[in-house]
Nanobody, 114 residues
Framework: QVQLVESGGGLVQPGGSLRLSCAAS????????MGWYRQAPGKQRELVAT???????NYADSVKGRFTISRDNAKNTVYLQMNSLKPEDTAVYYC????????WGQGTQVTVSS
């Protein structure tokens, strides 16, 4: 089964930027639509951005215009560029398929604080 490893999180001030990466041990093309999810303390995991195998994207209203999802099928990697970060973006971020869900990785912590 494909394994997913997220990286790129950290502590950033409000208004700052981060770029997250999700490296897969196998082909993400076969997983088809991929997504970035996040889970804040005490809250359910939510889907914030999705990308189809051929690059079509969709975003939650809370991140639209600030986050950009992309993928490199040749490198089996999915990215999330996060700009204009807000304290409410603080969460553990995960990637996974949208429908063909595989085992969850450990995620990467994003903390937005001054």
């Amino acid at each position: 089964q494909v394994q997913l490893v997220e990286s790129g999180g950290g502590l950033v001030q409000p208004g700052g930027s981060l770029r997250l990466s999700c490296a897969a041990s196998g082909s993400i093309f076969v997983l088809k639509e991929m997504g970035w999810y996040r889970q804040a303390p005490g809250k359910q995991r939510e889907l914030v951005a999705t990308i189809t195998s051929f690059g079509g994207t969709n975003y939650a209203d809370s991140v639209k215009g600030r986050f950009t999802i992309s993928r490199d099928n040749a490198k089996n990697t999915v990215y999330l560029q996060m700009n204009s970060l807000k304290p409410e973006d603080t969460a553990v971020y995960y990637c996974n398929a949208v429908r063909n869900v595989v085992a969850w990785g450990q995620g990467t912590q994003v903390t937005v604080s001054s």
